[in-house]
């Protein structure tokens, strides 16, 4: 027995001294990152759409806390103006332009005043997005234009416009996407088109430009913790103003965030969020036909789902 004391005295307080080495090196290397990563995107000049709220929010936030030039997009004035005054309190730099991205005027207008204001552009975030629930029976066509015009035509217009200049810089051009612009979503037809819409376009000019260093990244997150259930417009067009999902289980739109700075410094092609997400993407490629019957089965239990 006093042997074995003994070596519980003896082992224990190396255990323990190990462990607080362990716990200071993760540290260490933790700093050491963050600083990199605050070195390689100092005085970068970002424009980030759909930036008054949710996932563009949190990623013009993550882009400004580690050095960024910022420049917000969105159609609410008013909140892009108390997020430029949050960015600056912290530290921050930032400016905002008014923007509605399906209107190609205002997208053209939001590059030509990041140049005058900063001369470049380093990197695009095309975030802007609206969703939709209905069944496509009862859907007003007008609505599907309206989602195709913001998720997918704002890419193009912005894309468009930037590109000159980032092909300057030898930036990038991300496109958040969605789970959706892989698999399928019964109730949100037009959502789902715009985002397959996405993908193929942003997936195609990154092999137009792959001798010009362009670089593209697709992000597609899984359900994460934003206002676009509340906002998702009806068969009426009109927004639904309740969320019919749990957005406490949801991926936080601040870790969508990180995920997407840290990818875009490691030129990424593409990034599927979630384990929910990564499992519903890898069911749908290798078993297509019992991923409609899960699908099904998951979004039928939606409440007032309209299918």
Same mark, same amino acid.
């Given at each position: 027995?006093?042997?074995?004391?003994?070596?519980?005295?003896?082992?224990?307080?190396?255990?323990?001294?190990?462990?607080?080495?362990?716990?200071?090196?993760?540290?260490?290397?933790?700093?050491?990152?963050?600083?990199?990563?605050?070195?390689?995107?100092?005085?970068?000049?970002?424009?980030?759409?759909?930036?008054?709220?949710?996932?563009?929010?949190?990623?013009?936030?993550?882009?400004? !806390?580690?050095?960024?030039?910022?420049?917000?997009?969105?159609?609410?004035?008013?909140?892009? *103006?108390?997020? /430029?005054?949050?960015?600056?309190?912290?530290?921050?730099?930032?400016?905002?332009?008014?923007?509605?991205?399906?209107?190609?005027?205002? =997208?053209?207008?939001?590059?030509?005043?990041?140049?005058?204001?900063?001369?470049?552009?380093?990197? $695009?975030?095309?975030?802007?997005?609206?969703?939709?629930?209905?069944?496509?029976?009862?859907?007003?066509?007008?609505?599907?234009?309206?989602?195709?015009?913001?998720?997918?035509?704002?890419?193009?217009? =912005?894309?468009?416009?930037?590109?000159?200049?980032?092909?300057?810089?030898?930036?990038?051009?991300?496109?958040?996407?969605?789970?959706?612009?892989?698999?399928?979503?019964?109730?949100?037809?037009g959502y789902v088109a715009s985002k397959y819409a996405m993908d193929g376009f942003l997936n195609t000019?990154?092999?137009?430009? $792959?001798?010009?260093?362009?670089?593209?990244?697709?992000?597609?997150?899984?359900?994460?913790?934003?206002?676009?259930?509340?906002?998702?417009?009806?068969?009426?067009?009109?927004? !639904?103003?309740?969320?019919?999902?749990?957005?406490?289980?949801?991926?936080?739109?601040?870790?969508?965030? /990180?995920?997407?700075?840290?990818?875009? $410094?490691?030129? /990424?092609?593409? $990034?599927?969020?979630?384990?929910?997400?990564?499992?519903?993407?890898?069911?749908?490629?290798?078993?297509?036909? *019992?991923?409609?019957?899960?699908?099904? /089965?998951?979004?039928?239990?939606?409440?007032?789902?309209?299918?």
């Open positions: 027995m006093s042997n074995f004391k003994a070596f519980v005295h003896t082992v224990l307080p190396e255990r323990a001294v190990l462990r607080n080495y362990r716990l200071l090196l993760y540290e260490e290397i933790k700093e050491n990152s963050e600083e990199k990563i605050k070195r390689k995107l100092q005085n970068k000049v970002v424009i980030v759409t759909g930036a008054s709220s949710g996932i563009g929010k949190a990623i013009a936030k993550e882009y400004a !806390q580690n050095g960024a030039k910022v420049v917000l997009a969105a159609r609410n004035p008013e909140k892009l *103006l108390r997020l /430029k005054i949050d960015i600056e309190k912290n530290g921050g730099k930032a400016v905002f332009v008014e923007t509605d991205v399906s209107k190609k005027s205002d =997208c053209e207008n939001l590059i030509k005043q990041t140049i005058n204001r900063f001369g470049k552009i380093d990197i $695009l975030v095309n975030n802007a997005g609206i969703s939709m629930r209905a069944s496509f029976s009862k859907l007003k066509l007008e609505v599907l234009e309206r989602v195709m015009n913001i998720n997918f035509w704002g890419t193009v217009y =912005c894309s468009k416009f930037a590109l000159p200049y980032l092909l300057e810089q030898k930036g990038s051009i991300i496109g958040i996407s969605s789970i959706s612009g892989v698999t399928p979503l019964p109730g949100r037809t000019l990154r092999i137009e430009y $792959l001798k010009k260093g362009l670089h593209v990244l697709v992000v597609h997150p899984g359900f994460t913790a934003s206002n676009i259930r509340n906002t998702a417009l009806n068969d009426e067009g009109k927004s !639904q103003k309740e969320t019919p999902r749990n957005e406490n289980k949801m991926m936080p739109a601040e870790q969508v965030a /990180k995920i997407v700075v840290r990818a875009t $410094l490691k030129r /990424k092609r593409d $990034l599927v969020l979630t384990m929910q997400g990564k499992m519903a993407v890898w069911i749908y490629k290798n078993f297509p036909r *019992l991923a409609d019957k899960l699908i099904y /089965k998951e979004m039928s239990k939606e409440p007032d789902s309209p299918f």
